[in-house]
């Protein structure tokens, strides 16, 4: 898991003792005092970021997918909060369609979905005939998001999913997992050992995987070659309506039925 410190000036400090929390609509809403600089105001609007909040112009308050007051007394004690880099990219509607491409669902099979964020994978899937809600499992580390999951009704365990033990239960595994220092390599085998026999997974990767002569990543191509998986690039810019231009492809592995 990747981390990084950041700290934060007094007077955003004292902007954010003023923040007022409210819980509405399932979630919560922090509004600010006062009228702030553009300068104040961004570097505030930074520490709100790091707290999980996004502004939204409607309500006029930034909204939170889990109650915030916890992380932010915490950073008002310490004047510093513990970013986790986790790569976060919601995948857009167009991979997830090229993935069912690829690997379409089992119709009544338990279907897993890793690392899920918000569930943007999983939306998709439930859409698809023969998929039943209880049949998507997804994991997710972060709290605020594992929370938007389960607000939408799927099952969601919050685990760091690296550490969570395999079952080999699932009929499909679709997934995004990060890239940040190789995770992908990690996630994807990992994943791997979640398949049934005669199961499927379909992974967003990074490039990196597949032109980098590093043993880590060598290994990965080796073992892929062993397992039959193939890979599929993705058009460039798959993914900048999700705010990255990184170069993507689709690994498919079949699990055999012995």
């Known amino acids: 898991m990747l981390t990084k410190t950041l700290r934060f000036d007094d007077d955003v400090l004292d902007v954010l003792k003023g923040l007022r929390v409210e819980r509405e ?5 922090g509004y600010l005092e006062g009228q702030l600089d553009r300068d104040l105001y961004v570097r505030t609007n930074k520490a709100l970021e790091v707290l999980g909040g996004k ?3 409607k309500a006029k308050g930034h909204t939170f997918a889990a109650d915030p007051r916890d992380a932010l007394a915490d950073m008002l004690d310490s004047g510093e909060a ?3 880099k986790d790569g976060w990219f919601p995948t857009p509607r167009a991979v997830v ?3 069912l491409d690829l690997v379409p669902v089992e119709p009544g099979g338990a279907i897993l979905e890793p690392s899920a964020g918000e569930g943007h994978i999983a939306d998709v899937l439930r859409e698809q005939p023969g998929v039943a809600p209880w049949d998507v499992c997804c994991i997710e580390r972060d709290e605020g998001r594992a929370a938007v999951l389960a607000r939408k009704g799927l099952y969601t365990v919050c685990a760091d999913f690296l550490i969570h033990a ?4 699932f009929a499909r595994v679709y997934m995004n997992p990060p890239f940040e220092a190789g995770q992908d390599i990690d996630h994807v085998r990992h994943a791997y050992d979640f398949l049934k026999p005669g199961g ?8 990196g995987p597949f032109f980098r002569g590093d043993k880590r990543a060598t290994a990965f191509r080796e073992w892929l070659a062993e397992v039959g998986g193939q890979s599929h690039p993705l058009p460039p810019d798959s993914f900048k309506e999700s705010g990255t231009g990184v170069n993507t492809r689709l690994v498919v592995i079949h699990r055999g039925e012995g």
């Open 82 to 84: 513990t970013v986790v």
């Open 200 to 207: 499927a997974l379909v992974a967003v990767m990074s490039e």
């Open 55 to 57: 502004w939204n112009r």
């Open 166 to 169: 395999p079952d080999p239960y």
């Open 25 to 29: 609509n399932g979630g919560y809403i």
């Open 97 to 99: 369609e090229r993935m």
